[in-house]
């Protein structure tokens, strides 16, 4: 079984030790569960129009459960993405 975990930086775990808390999730499924890999594809400070140009990558590891978490960046006064942009990406 394959897993993938898609997002910006609260995906990424900006600012945490051992590589961010979706590694450390990963890592724990991994443990706990043998035959599941976990690929992860968080990237800090992304958004939804950085979303839209990976979202290739993740589809290409045909996972069989996708997390997907955008949003954060999106809301910031910083990225200038408009709801309506938002709801649309």
Do not use: C
């Not at 394959?2 to 775990?13: A, V």
């Not at 443990?31 to 979202?55: C, F, I, P, Q």
């Not at 290739?56 to 910083?78: C, I, Q, R, T």
Request: aromatic letters at 12%; glycine letters at 12%; proline letters at 2%.
């Amino acid at each position: 079984m394959k897993i993938t975990i898609f997002g910006d930086s609260i995906t990424n775990g900006f600012g945490m030790d051992e590589g961010g808390s979706s590694n450390i999730l990963a890592r724990l499924i991994e443990k706990k569960k043998s035959g599941v890999e976990v690929v992860l594809h968080g990237m800090n400070g992304d958004d939804t129009y950085g979303a839209l140009l990976r979202l290739k990558y993740v589809v290409e590891e045909a996972a069989d459960l996708n997390f997907v978490f955008f949003g954060a960046n999106d809301a910031s006064p910083y990225h200038l993405i408009r709801p309506w942009e938002f709801q649309e990406n």
